[in-house]
């Protein structure tokens, strides 16, 4: 259905749903990025038109409202990607538009092109009902995947011991198929329904070919309207269920040493930041037991009041400093970053990065990827990785990955 919305930029006939116009910025190849944020109903869907994605600093307080998704490893440059806010939208919970920006104007031709394509692909779901098409898993378990991981946490180990490394995070991946009928949006709402916690995206980028959709209970930064500025250490995990399949409070659920320590090792290395740049004054709350969809997590929460430490570009100076944090990396972390990229066999690409919306109504929040997948070509890539310390056996670290995949594929297939 559409209909006549007046926003402050003035009058644009629009598609006032939200999936009809994310396929047409896909067809159109505008890249484009739709996210939830932990806790709340509005969908807010960014599409950038006019300069397509670009490379920049992810300078928090000068940058205008965008999407900025940014790679584990990064480039020398430290650039990010940016996906600046042309065309700007709010949905509510049961899909009413509530705002609309336009940056470029209504009579911008690629703007009427967007919305008139948006209704094109309306009118044919009127006629072909939207059918709900999940993707494919492997059935069984890849033996090559499952040694070649565990060979890597048994490494890992020794290095630890050793005295090399304090913790190392390693990561796998696990693939899955999709069919040309498979409606990525969909799967979206579906993980907004399933993870009211966590922050929820699916960002397209035409020019690699791939879309990355997600859902992850780490803030990595977040500044608020006010100048509040937060963090999180989250480490540790384990299912919400025991062995007979049942739920487990969260007031009982025990931690064993080997995650207690885990999850402190990143509390300290925020701290350690902190102390980089003589900061002093923060809130530390926590540790505490966290639901993230099937899986229990220790998370620490960190609180600076920006103006009463007058520290304005706290958000930036941070992000420079956290990423990659210990909880997708290890300590020492330059050391660390090496053993992973050569141990590992694969690409992280933006899995264990950062994303997220910035600048928008003057509040940044970034977080690091975790609990995703890569769309490319008909393949879905699930990544997970587990911390590794001296206490680690190689089998739950695999096992915990796995539960960590189960994330997502219970909910997309």
């Not at 505490?288 to 103006?307: C, P, S, W």
Request: with cysteine; aromatic share 10%; charged share 25%.
């Amino acid at each position: 259905m559409f209909a006549s919305y007046i926003p402050e930029t003035g009058t644009l006939h629009s598609a006032i749903q939200a999936e009809p116009l994310w396929r047409a910025a896909f067809d159109l190849g505008y890249p484009a990025a739709v996210w939830r944020m932990p806790h709340a109903q509005e969908l807010n869907l960014l599409i950038s038109i006019q300069d397509g994605i670009r490379q920049q600093i992810a300078d928090l307080e000068n940058l205008p409202a965008c999407f900025v998704i940014h790679p584990f490893e990064s480039p020398s440059s430290g650039e990010s990607y940016i996906l600046e806010g042309d065309v700007l939208i709010t949905f509510s919970e049961d899909m009413q538009l509530l705002r609309l920006t336009n940056r470029l104007g209504e009579e911008q031709p690629a703007v009427q092109q967007l919305f008139d394509r948006a209704k094109q692909l309306s009118a044919q779901d009127e006629v072909k009902p939207v059918v709900w098409n999940g993707l494919s898993r492997r059935s069984e378990t890849d033996p090559a995947s499952r040694a070649h991981y565990t060979q890597a946490v048994e490494k890992a180990v020794e290095e630890i011991r050793a005295g090399n490394f304090m913790k190392l995070v390693l990561s796998r991946t696990k693939p899955g198929h999709y069919s040309k009928d498979f409606r990525p949006f969909q799967a979206f709402l579906r993980l907004c329904s399933a993870y009211a916690s966590a922050f929820v995206s699916l960002v397209n980028l035409p020019d690699r070919g791939e879309q990355w959709m997600g859902a992850t209970p780490e803030t990595l930064v977040s500044v608020s309207a006010d100048g509040i500025f937060k963090t999180t250490s989250l480490a540790g995990t384990q299912s919400i269920k025991n062995a007979e399949g049942d739920l487990i409070p969260p007031k009982k659920v025990l931690w064993g040493q080997k995650e207690i320590e885990e999850q402190a090792l990143v509390s300290r290395y925020i701290i350690e930041c902190f102390k980089k740049i003589r900061l002093r004054e923060y809130l530390e709350t926590g540790p505490k037991t966290i639901r993230a969809g099937n899986l229990y997590h220790l998370r620490t929460d960190f609180e600076v009041q920006m103006k009463e430490v007058n520290f304005a570009e706290l958000g930036t100076v941070m992000l420079k400093l956290l990423h990659p944090t210990s909880a997708v990396c290890g300590m020492p972390r330059e050391s660390a970053r090496t053993f992973i990229k050569n141990i590992e066999g694969f690409d992280r690409s933006f899995y264990s990065g950062f994303l997220g919306p910035v600048q928008m109504a003057g509040e940044s929040a970034l977080f690091v990827n975790l609990r995703c997948v890569r769309l490319s070509e008909g393949t879905a890539t699930f990544f997970a990785g587990a911390g590794i310390t001296e206490d680690s056996d190689p089998m739950r670290e695999w096992e915990e990955t796995e539960m960590k995949c189960e994330t997502l594929l219970s909910v997309l297939t």
